[in-house]
């Protein structure tokens, strides 16, 4: 146990690789940009959750009977023919 302390102890003495340093920035970006991802889909399960609730609420309240009327469509009001009476 002594000789694995003592490797331990000069592992810590040696100076750390400067690699390292530069891998903390590009790790850091990483969890962001899943941190983004995640809040993203968050975002859009709720809304997805929000229009199916509006569907689902919407198609149990009863609604008024439609009441249609013939109408050309694209023909004004002052057409001769409306203004005939036809």
Known sequence: MT???????ALRASPSDPRLRALAPSVLDGVARRRDRIAVRRSLLIAGFIALGTGWIGSMVPATPAAASPVA???SDYAPSRLLGR
């Open 3 to 9: 000789d694995l302390d003592d490797m331990l102890d």
């Open 73 to 75: 469509i694209g023909m």
